[in-house]
């Protein structure tokens, strides 16, 4: 059974910064590609960045790219999303999910998830 894990969510002001973890367990945590999506309320779940086994290749929504770094350490099971410049169209529920396959940026095809953590951007 995988077990996926997220934390560091919170509430923070427009322009500061948050870093959520993900921790992993249950699985081959370097086997997996992980990725962050988000959801915000009356909104679909939508990417947000996404990372290779190892580590060297990221994706990146448009709107985050140059403001989040998604990073893996596969020594502690655990995928990070650094978080800089918040602006309030950030607030949301961010999801970590795992698949096994290929790096990839849509939602369905990813297989583990989960619970989520609020990120709350005030102006």
């Known amino acids: 059974q995988v077990h996926v894990v997220e934390s560091g969510g919170g509430l923070v002001q427009t322009g500061g910064s948050l870093r959520l973890s993900c921790v992993v367990s249950?699985?081959?945590?370097?086997?997996?590609?992980m990725g962050w999506f988000r959801q915000a309320p009356g909104k679909e779940r939508e990417f947000v960045a996404a990372?290779?086994?190892?580590?060297?290749?990221?994706y990146y929504e448009d709107s985050v790219k140059g403001r989040f770094t998604i990073s893996r350490d596969n020594a502690k099971n655990t995928v990070y999303l650094q978080m800089n410049t918040l602006k309030s169209e950030d607030t949301a529920v961010y999801y970590c999910?795992?698949?096994?396959?290929?790096?990839?940026?849509?939602?369905?095809?990813?297989?583990?998830w989960g619970q989520g953590t609020q990120v709350t951007v005030s102006s």
């Open positions: 990372i290779s086994w190892g580590g060297a290749t990221t």
């Open positions: 999910a795992a698949r096994n396959g290929l790096l990839i940026m849509d939602a369905r095809r990813y297989d583990y």
């Open positions: 249950g699985g081959k945590f370097s086997n997996y590609v």
